[in-house]
């Protein structure tokens, strides 16, 4: 479950939307910090509260076709850093370097650098 979890972080960090500095994504992710940001009446943490909440949502959606098509991601550990290189490692070999070219959604372009290599063994 903790994988999972950490690959909904990985989408949500990949919609572009920057937190206040690199640290609100290192660490643990306590339910108050989830309460704060999803509390807060300001515009900038609502925005980091629906994002997170997509990209949850997003990714348990996800992961339930994967499973039901007997495909399903068996994340590593991996940290932030390593799966926004392995996000854009993908979006450029894609696109050619030219992200601008690629009509697939965000979302899927960062489960799929993420979850690539990482389906499940049977």
């Known amino acids: 479950m903790r994988n999972l979890l950490v690959g909904f972080a990985v989408c949500v960090a990949a919609t572009g939307v920057r937190a206040q500095s690199p640290a609100d994504y290192v660490g643990p992710f306590t339910t108050q910090a989830l309460y704060t940001m999803c509390s807060e009446n300001d515009a900038v943490s609502r925005e980091k ?3 997170y909440l997509q990209g949850l949502l997003y990714g348990l959606n996800t992961a339930r076709s994967m499973q039901e098509h007997g495909t399903p ?3 590593p550990k ?3 850093e390593e799966a926004r290189a392995r996000v854009l490692q993908l ?3 894609t696109t050619g370097r030219n992200p601008s070219t690629n009509k697939d959604g965000g979302d899927w372009m960062a489960f799929m650098g993420v979850a690539s290599g990482n389906l499940c063994k049977k």
Do not use: F, G, S
Request: glycine share 0%; proline share 8%; net charge negative.
């Open 49 to 51: 509260c629906d994002l």
């Open 73 to 75: 991601v068996c994340l």
């Open 78 to 80: 991996m940290r932030p």
């Open 91 to 93: 979006i450029d070999a």
